[in-house]
């Protein structure tokens, strides 16, 4: 069993910043993959960023303006989020995937999830 929570979101004026966390517990994540999704009201959850043994993959949309890490040691994951845009604003769930061999785009692919962490960026 693993338990994911996600935390570190906010309000903030657009061209912003935040730091989005999520503190997995209950088994080691270094294999898996990691990945965070956002559903903005109305509409269905959105694939972000993800990222596995080191190598991230990010929707259009965010890339050169969001950064996914890891640090293994704390059993977290990151999403580092610059140049925040009214857009981005939704509701952010971090996800882990424990089978598999690549970081997947697919909500349907990840077996485990944070409650989610709200991030609101104003005009």
């Known amino acids: 069993q693993v338990q994911l929570v996600d935390s570190g979101g906010g309000l903030v004026q657009a061209g912003g910043s935040l730091r989005l966390s999520c503190a997995a517990s209950?088994?080691?994540?270094?294999?898996?993959?990691m990945a965070w999704f956002r559903q903005a009201p109305g509409k269905g959850r959105e694939f972000v960023a993800a990222i596995r043994l080191g190598n991230p993959y990010y929707v259009p949309t965010v890339r050169g303006r969001f950064t996914i890490s890891t640090d293994n040691a704390k059993n977290t994951v990151y999403l580092q989020m610059n140049s925040l845009k009214p857009e981005d604003t939704a509701v952010y769930y971090c996800?882990?995937?424990?089978?598999?061999?690549?970081?997947?785009?697919?909500?349907?692919?990840?077996?485990?999830w944070g409650q989610g962490t709200q991030v609101t960026v104003s005009s």
């Open positions: 209950g088994r080691t994540f270094s294999s898996f993959a």
């Open positions: 996800a882990a995937r424990l089978s598999g061999s690549y970081a997947s785009s697919s909500e349907t692919d990840y077996d485990y």
